[in-house]
């Protein structure tokens, strides 16, 4: 039996075309979403300092763009994407801080931070000497840490230009703000992250 | 002092590091991270009006409970309760799902009541 039985062929037509579309959208918004999810992931971590906390920010971030934009074009996803991503981030410090003050009241641990070992958060080595392992891990840990020490903005707009690979004009849509705001802090994350690993850094 | 060719350097260098960061993520995280993406997808599923309509229950909710809050902190107030009848909460249990039920099985309960009415028909 036909899977318009009961319809009209107009009505019929249309939601078959419906139908087509949405399936059309998903499996696009699907791999868009396939193609940042890893990145993002190591993005939100480094803004956290915590590995599930940053799933559930990106997890968020995923369900509030189909939710929302998913009928944009797809090559707006990308800024909109990260700035659902960004504000998570700064909404999460936001509630950390008040979770910290209430902590601090109750006289107990303000902040695990000093528990997040990114070693322990990666899979194992493949094909590498153990030396060349502990300097990977070591020079990541150091880029983190420089990073996590950078002004809020500044670090957003260096993980966003860099790791993401996002222009300036997307960027500053990620971000809220100009493009002008954006080069500045780009520039000025990238001389400060200069000077905090020049030692380290050939 | 500005150096574009250190700052590209040390951005090259950072990005490879993130990439050879990214590409270690273990089986689990990644499990986890398919598992966001599909619930995601599952909200394109979902009619438009359900998400419409379902942004304004948090609203409604609130808005209903405050209703109800006045309503009791204002007490009867010389307004007579008046008690539902019997057969308001009849129908309240008919709407329920095994009311629903026992319309599909009328016609056996019809004759159910025709078999009592003959028994008793004949016992009388």
Known sequence: ???????????????????AKTLQRERQLNQFLAEVERRALRIAEIGVRDRDEALDLVQDAM??????????????????????????????????KVKNRVMVWFGRSASSEEDYDIAANTADPAGRSPEVELQTQEAMQRLEQSITELPGRQREAFMLRTFEGLDVAST??????????????????????????GDHWK | MNDPGKDEQIAGQAKELFDDSVERIDAATLSRLNQGRHQALAELQRPAAVVRWGRWIPV??????????AIVM??????????????????????????LEMFEDLEFYTLLDAVDADTNGNNG
């Open chain 1, 172 to 197: 500053a849509v990620a971000m809220g703000c100009s493009d002008g705001s954006v080069k500045t802090h780009y520039s000025r994350a990238v001389h400060a992250l200069r000077d905090k690993l």
């Open chain 1, 1 to 19: 039996m036909s899977a318009c039985a009961g319809f009209s062929a107009v009505s019929c037509i249309r939601e078959q075309s419906t139908g």
């Open chain 2, 74 to 99: 204002r007490g009867p107030a010389g307004i007579d309760v008046i008690e539902a009848p019997a057969a308001a909460s009849d129908f309240e249990m008919l709407l329920e799902m095994d009311g």
């Open chain 2, 60 to 69: 409604t909710g609130v808005a209903a409970a405050a209703v109800v809050t």
């Open chain 1, 63 to 96: 369900i509030k763009l189909a939710r929302n934009y998913a009928e944009r074009p797809d090559n707006e996803w990308a800024p909109l994407f990260y700035r659902i991503l960004q504000n998570g981030v700064r909404d999460w410090h936001r509630r950390q």
